[in-house]
């Protein structure tokens, strides 16, 4: 239903129905240069049939030892492509990556606490609450849902190399760090 | 002193530079230069210091100094690698990297260093041949790389011919099959191996890679390696088995759109090309009825997960039809109507089946009727969501002959209506997301501007704010929403709620190359600026900041990508760095830059020159991109260049910097030039380039100024020559103001050499005879009245603000273009000593009747500023909006509201621009 290819330097010029977005982020130029250079095979891009970009989705790799995994940074779809799956299809994309090229243990993200909507999709996802990330979103200031607007959660989901599952654990929720504490 | 003390003196430099203290850094350096006259080192952190204190003369000359010699050690290379950055002289860069390199060949760092300096101005070239080199020195596998993507890159360049294209492929070919480790040992190398075969139609090789075991499973797990292989595969014509591969990997689960399009690529590989046989139509029936039980079945397994297959069964349906394999379209209607009943609830939908509704008549009127036999029902999301998807499909199926206001009128309403119906299913919404129904209101919005388009009432225009308007408080976040706003009240000439509403957008970063159109297209006639309002030219200046330092981010991205290893990379860092920095729309923000700013800098050499040598850079490029409609023309290439020509030619009328003189005068490189054969002409002839296709996208109004701005250049041309003072001399004052300022006469200046009596005063008379004066052309004298008949003649019809701001700012226009050319005239001894004192006669004679004519239409405006704040006008805006007023939501007071604000925005315009004209007839209209 969309072609799903790598993320190209040239689709910063048509990703502005993504990016209109208030909760997508445009960076500088240099940002989006560091991923395609770094890690070309972490970013993707899904494209309609008809040629008009629907989301994209821009990865890493780091840390180290155990540590070492795969981290989403960006996934963001267009309103008008939104409920066809297609976040998911990125993410397993990233995560088959992450397994395949990378070797890395886990692959994770931050996401603002209340943020119901996409925790649930995450979940469904396989990823699951790790660590509660305090004033993670220090930009907006204490909104309406006090510190959930402002917190994170680092969801994680094992990838094949962790076979114990040491990178998950089940209250997730209640392991609070400060935003200092994670890189 | 040993050389432990000299790094110990050297040490604070460095520091201070550090620090930015410049001043403190030169001054060190002085002191240790006095023991240590020829330390290179020294010299170039001196440089350096001087450079970023603006000093460039003086560190010009440290710099001739430095690179006369020739430049091995790390440190002072490094330090003058900053220097020439600082000072663009990018190829002095690169020959003091060749020259070092030539001296140690035996210096890796050194090859590297010397490679990236390539790499930093684009010479793919040389990069090539000097990958080539280290490659033979240092047999190390990764230059080989670097110099096939040299090659490559060198073969992809616009200017390369066909057959040096093909000759660096096959060099780039040599190079991969004769490194010691096969491609295949990393992606990126397998890949660019890959994309050498494609473009030498080496088939067989390209096979032999393909089908070993390594090249399977690259491709199986490399996305961009998966598509230059499929790319291969057509190209080489094997649909079917492309097909067949990508069936099974459908029925693996894969659901990449590629994948159905090999397959449906397939089905219609035996109709491809011009002349058809029969057999192949029989063939191709067949398979299409294959496919289509293929797709049935995947999508009777998808179900409304996925909506792959059924996509894929529309375009099978709608090819068959192109192809002339079927041609009953009831077929393709009833896979239509079965898209529709399955994913009529997706907002995707309407894009899915537009390219499908292009049907004939009896298929048509079916889906019409179709599409009406839809009920409308609000219950749940995706209920709205096909009321949507059917308005849109209706509305793109309407032809023009069925378009009448009241049936345009009607369709608004029933827009109008559902939208409200629409907006109770998102009442709990939170502010921060989107309102399900906002399509209907930007249907709404696209309705009353069809209505204005065909009666040309500005009222229906209001409808569309008021509407918009309401809208927007409930979906704050809807930047469709307020583009459309913004697009509709620049026509009402409300620049400045146009200009809030782009604003909230919040346009960042690389998105002002492609969204700062909306606001910045044509906004001189908006601009303030004449009043001292910079509104607008701050705007152009931010929105073109993305393009300062891009080009030298890209490259040194680039530069990474070599070191890392990822040549694949390169291509594309490339081809963006090459849009942005030749995009149209910084080179159209640049134009509409100088126009504002010869409304409020005073008009005197400075601007002049620098204008006219920017301009000229800009005239040199060729573009990518294409923009948007105001007064229903587009600002593209075409209307770049008429208005390039109109500014680069009186400029250099008014400019002494003839081509000798900017020659020297000029430090740095100069950007690359567009290799197109047009811009090799002599810049005489192509200024008088006028081509129908480029004048079609000015408006009739720039046409005329265009016409005028020509006669005038062309009659004013012979006395500019004549009076122009001569390279000597302008050269020798430029001396003299460069030894004033810096104590040091011009580098590279030989001013005997030149031109012997250079000391001459500045008005030398000339040997030859002084051109006649002759009278202006008719057109020249009489296009300031004709603009006045033209403003008169749109205040008496129903005209938009915008169209009247556009005659009177284009009037304004010419009138400083007029400034620009008589400036040189202004001067009594020249007019003396040259005897053009008739000609000034003449020049006043136009001038005085331009006076007249921005004097009445300033007093115009400013009356017309005033009604446009009043209260009727206030009350006309209500009563206009009799169409939507029915709606108890969009209430008096919500329209008043829009009413009071459009009021009060296009007063203040109309006000400003009528003041910003009197300003500008003081200061030049003696």
């Not at chain 1, 208030?22 to 250079?37: A, D, K, N, R, S």
């Not at chain 2, 530079?17 to 410049?22: F, M, V």
């Not at chain 2, 397959?263 to 139509?281: M, P, T």
């Not at chain 2, 009127?365 to 009321?387: C, H, K, N, P, Y």
């Amino acid at each position: 239903m969309s072609v799903l290819r790598p993320f190209k330097a040239n689709d910063l010029f048509r990703f502005n129905n993504i990016n209109s977005d208030v909760w997508t982020e445009t960076y500088g130029i240099p940002f989006y240069l560091t991923y395609l250079q770094r890690w070309s095979d972490l970013c993707f891009t899904q494209e309609s049939p008809r040629g008009r970009l629907q989301g994209y989705i821009l990865g890493k790799a780091e840390g180290a030892q155990t540590e070492w995994h795969g981290h989403i940074t960006a996934v963001s779809v267009a309103p008008e492509y939104r409920r066809l799956s297609l976040a998911r299809n990125m993410c397993q994309r990233l995560e088959f990556a992450s397994d395949g090229i990378y070797k890395g243990y886990f692959v994770d993200l931050y996401v603002r606490c209340n943020n119901a909507l996409a925790i649930k999709m995450y979940e469904g996802m396989g990823y699951s609450v790790y660590r509660r990330v305090r004033e993670y979103y220090g930009n907006l200031g204490v909104g309406k849902d006090g510190r959930d607007e402002e917190d994170a959660f680092d969801m994680r989901k094992c990838l094949s190399r962790d076979v114990a599952q040491r990178s998950i654990r089940s209250n997730g929720r209640d392991m609070i760090v400060s935003a200092h504490d994670v890189s | 002193m040993s050389k432990a003390a000299l790094e110990r003196q050297i040490r604070p430099i460095y520091d201070a530079l550090d620090h930015g203290s410049n001043k403190s850094a030169i001054n060190a350096c002085n002191k240790v230069l006095k023991k240590y006259n020829n330390n290179t080192l020294v010299k170039a952190l001196k440089a350096l210091a001087l450079t970023r204190s603006q000093k460039v003369e003086e560190a010009l000359v440290l710099c001739d100094e430095i690179l006369a010699t020739v430049v091995t050690d790390d440190s002072t290379l490094s330090v003058m690698t900053h220097v020439l950055k600082g000072l663009a002289r990018n190829s002095d860069m690169v020959a003091m990297f060749d020259n070092a390199f030539k001296q140690q060949p035996q210096s890796e760092e050194l090859g590297a260093q010397t490679f990236f300096a390539h790499v930093r101005t684009g010479n793919w070239k040389s990069c090539q041949q000097v990958a080539t080199r280290m490659h033979k020195q240092f047999q190390e596998d990764r230059y080989v790389y670097w110099a096939v993507t040299g090659a490559i890159l060198q073969a992809n360049d616009l200017g390369t011919p066909p057959n040096i294209r093909t000759l660096l492929y096959k060099l780039a070919h040599r190079h991969v099959t004769s490194c010691p480790t096969p491609s295949y040992m990393a992606v990126d190398r397998f890949h660019l191996h890959l994309i050498i075969l494609q473009e030498l139609q080496l088939w067989d090789e390209a096979n032999t890679l393909l089908e070993s075991d390594v090249g399977k499973s690259i491709c199986s797990a490399s996305l961009v390696c998966n598509e230059t292989r499929r790319e291969i595969w057509r190209k080489r014509g094997l649909y079917k088995d492309e097909g067949e591969r990508a069936q099974e990997k459908i029925k693996n689960n894969d659901r990449n759109w590629l994948e159905f399009v090999s397959v449906i690529d397939a089905a219609f590989a035996s109709v491809q090309g011009s002349d058809v046989s029969e057999e192949g139509k029989s063939e191709c029936f067949e398979n299409i009825a294959k496919t289509r039980d293929f797709l049935t079945k995947i999508a009777e397994v998808d179900g409304s997960n996925n909506r792959s297959a059924s996509l894929a069964f529309l375009e099978l349906e709608k090819n068959a039809v192109s192809h002339g394999i079927s041609s009953d379209e009831n077929t393709l209607v009833d896979s239509m109507e079965n898209y529709f009943s399955q994913f009529g609830n997706k907002a995707c939908c309407f894009e899915d089946l537009q390219p499908c509704v292009d049907l004939g008549a009896d298929a048509k009127s079916r889906w019409i009727s179709f599409l009406a036999s839809q009920e409308s029902s609000f219950a749940t999301m995706g209920d709205l969501q096909r009321v949507i998807n059917v308005r849109k499909l209706q509305r793109i199926s309407l032809t023009a002959s069925e378009l009448s206001t009241d049936k345009e009128l009607c369709l608004a309403s029933t827009y109008i209506k559902e939208y409200m119906a629409g907006l109770e299913l998102g009442s709990s919404l939170p502010v921060t997301e989107l309102q399900p129904a906002d399509d209907l209101a930007i249907l709404v919005g696209h309705a009353f501007v069809s209505l204005w388009t065909m009666t040309k009432d500005e009222s229906y225009l209001y409808n569309a704010a008021v509407v918009l308007e309401f809208a927007l408080a409930k979906s704050r976040m809807s930047f469709q929403i307020r583009l459309l706003l913004v697009r509709i009240y620049r026509l009402l000439g409300a620049s400045s709620l146009a200009l809030d509403h782009y604003r909230a957008i919040n346009i960042k970063q690389v998105q002002n190359d492609t969204l700062s159109h909306f606001i910045l297209t044509r906004a001189s006639t908006f601009s303030l600026s004449a009043t001292g309002d910079l509104t607008y030219p701050s705007e152009c200046i931010e929105s073109s900041q993305i393009y300062v330092s891009n080009s030298q981010d890209v490259r040194f991205f680039t530069l990474l990508c070599f070191q890392d290893g990822y040549p694949p990379q390169i291509p594309e860092f490339v081809s963006f760095d090459d849009r942005l920095e030749n995009s149209l729309q910084r080179d159209v923000v640049k134009l509409e830059h100088v126009r504002m700013r010869m409304t409020h800098e005073p008009i005197n050499s400075d601007l002049i020159d620098m204008e006219l040598i920017e301009l000229k850079f800009v005239f040199d490029r060729s573009f990518a991109n294409d923009q948007t409609l105001m007064f229903g023309n587009s600002t593209g290439q075409g209307w770049l260049w008429y208005f390039i020509k109109i500014y680069i030619r009186a400029f250099q009328h008014a400019s002494d910097l003839d081509d000798i003189v900017e020659e020297k005068l000029l430090i740095g490189d100069r950007p690359k030039k567009s290799p197109e054969p047009e811009v090799q002409l002599p810049l005489r002839e192509r200024l008088a380039i006028r081509k129908p296709e480029e004048a079609a996208e000015l408006t009739a109004d720039e046409l005329q100024l265009m016409e005028w701005a020509t006669a005038l250049s062309d009659w004013l041309e012979p006395y500019h020559n004549y009076t122009r003072p001569p390279p000597a001399v302008v050269l020798a004052e430029a001396n003299r103001q460069n030894e004033l300022r810096t104590g040091l006469p011009l580098r590279g200046v030989d001013l005997k050499a030149l031109n012997g009596d250079a000391h001459a005063n500045g008005h030398a008379k000339k040997d030859e005879e002084a051109p006649p004066v002759k009278e202006p052309p008719q057109l020249v004298a009489q296009f300031f009245e004709h603009m006045h008949a033209r403003f008169v003649q749109l205040q008496q019809s129903q005209c938009l603000p915008s169209d009247l701001l556009h005659v009177a700012t284009l009037t304004q226009e010419a009138f400083l273009l007029f400034a620009v050319e008589s400036h040189r005239f202004k001067t009594a001894s020249v007019v003396k000593i040259h005897k053009l004192g008739a000609l000034v006669q003449f020049l006043k004679d136009v001038r005085s009747k331009a006076y007249t004519v921005l004097k009445t239409m300033s007093n115009d405006l400013l009356k017309m500023s005033e009604v446009a704040g009043s209260a009727e006008r206030r009350k006309s805006f209500v009563e206009s909006c009799k169409p939507i007023t029915d709606f108890p939501r969009l209430h008096h007071d919500f329209v008043l509201s829009v009413a009071k604000n459009v009021g009060e925005s296009r007063k203040k315009v109309l006000e400003g621009v009528s003041k910003g004209m009197v300003k500008i007839c003081t200061n030049y209209g003696q």
